[in-house]
T-cell receptor, first 115, second 114 residues
Framework: AQTVTQSQPEMSVQEAETVTLSCTYD???????LFWYKQPPSRQMILVIR??????QNATENRFSVNFQKAAKSFSLKISDSQLGDAAMYFC????????????FGTGTRLQVTL | EPEVTQTPSHQVTQMGQEVILRCVPI?????FYWYRQILGQKVEFLVS????????KSEIFDDQFSVERPDGSNFTLKIRSTKLEDSAMYFC????????????FGAGTRLSVL
């Protein structure tokens, strides 16, 4: 079974600084997807970024980028120029490439952004 | 921008009662999901649904749970006889299909079982 591990329950970053959230996963599949979802206090899950395992290039979305290390099964999220609105719970998630694949989530990292 | 809509936002029920949580997925999406998040814990998969049948279900999704797509727009989760431990946030998600594999989530329904 696939597992996703987020070892940092809480992180803090100052506004305008950069922070990296860690995620490791375990799978026997060779092709899969990895995601970072953001859950603000409103509790809605919002997709931040997505990575396809067969692509070596790290995904980037504006201030958000990932460091995908397939051999190490590591998938970290870097947030640059942190903003107050980035404060949220961040979940790393995995799905295999089969049709209708479920998401398997990590336990989340709560990010605080301070002035 | 199209979004997944869930109603109600908060449902309070007595233990043993039946509840139906409702979701309107994005209109052209083909795959539908329910997830559960007990307060302070991670999001857990319950069930996936495609072509009017369950594709996959987790161990949590026992005989007390059922899903239905009664018409072309709604996707419901029914809990027949609620237990205290069913108290959680329930999220509906939908996925278009065709390779992007991005699930879009609703805002969730908070279920409180008293």
């Amino acid at each position: 079974a696939q597992t996703v591990t987020q070892s940092q329950p809480e992180m803090s970053v100052q506004e305008a600084e950069t922070v990296t959230l860690s995620c490791t996963y375990d799978t026997s599949e060779s092709d899969y997807y990895l995601f970072w979802y953001k859950q603000p206090p409103s509790r809605q899950m919002i997709l931040v970024i997505r990575q396809e395992a067969y692509k070596q290039q790290n995904a980037t979305e504006n201030r958000f980028s990932v460091n995908f290390q397939k051999a190490a099964k590591s998938f970290s999220l870097k947030i640059s120029d942190s903003q107050l609105g980035d404060a949220a719970m961040y979940f790393c998630a995995y799905s295999y490439t089969g049709t209708a694949s479920k998401l398997t989530f990590g336990t989340g990292t709560r990010l605080q952004v301070t002035l | 921008e199209p979004e997944v809509t869930q109603t109600p936002s908060h449902q309070v029920t007595q233990m043993g009662q039946e509840v139906i949580l409702r979701c309107v997925p994005i209109s052209n999406h083909l795959y539908f999901y329910w997830y559960r998040q007990i307060l302070g814990q991670k999001v857990e998969f319950l069930v996936s649904f495609y072509n009017n049948e369950i594709s996959e279900k987790s161990e949590i999704f026992d005989d007390q749970f059922s899903v239905e797509r009664p018409d072309g727009s709604n996707f419901t989760l029914k809990i027949r006889s609620t237990k205290l431990e069913d108290s959680a946030m329930y999220f509906c998600a939908s996925l278009l299909g065709g390779g992007l594999n991005i699930q879009y989530f609703g805002a969730g329904t908070r279920l409180s079982v008293l």
